[in-house]
């Protein structure tokens, strides 16, 4: 999955719940809450993430299958020692 993919499906997540289409459609109801210019939505500048369609899933392994994360494989890191 690419990051622009990911970026739409959270997006397009975000109207389709009544808790964060609240804080979307009214920032002024809690100022923790706010949307970025990516169009991400945010508390204490953390991106708010929805459940919805395993999104927490594809963003773990987003990070942490990208080849430039992580570790080396077991028997690679057991093999430089």
């Known amino acids: 999955m690419d990051l622009e ?3 739409n499906d959270i997006c397009n997540s975000l109207h389709s719940d009544l ?3 609240r804080y979307i459609e009214n920032p002024k109801l809690n ?6 210019n990516d169009g991400l939505l945010q508390c204490d500048n953390c991106i ?4 919805d369609n395993d ?10 299958d990208h080849i430039l994360s ?3 494989n077991q028997n690679k890191a057991l093999c430089q020692v």
Request: charged residues 15%; aromatic residues 18%; proline residues 3%.
């Open 55 to 64: 999104l927490h899933l594809k963003v773990l392994q987003y990070k942490h």
């Open 19 to 21: 808790f964060t289409i």
């Open 70 to 72: 992580g570790h080396y």
């Open 31 to 36: 100022p923790q809450w706010k949307l970025d």
């Open 5 to 7: 993919t990911l970026h």
């Open 48 to 51: 708010y993430i929805l459940d």
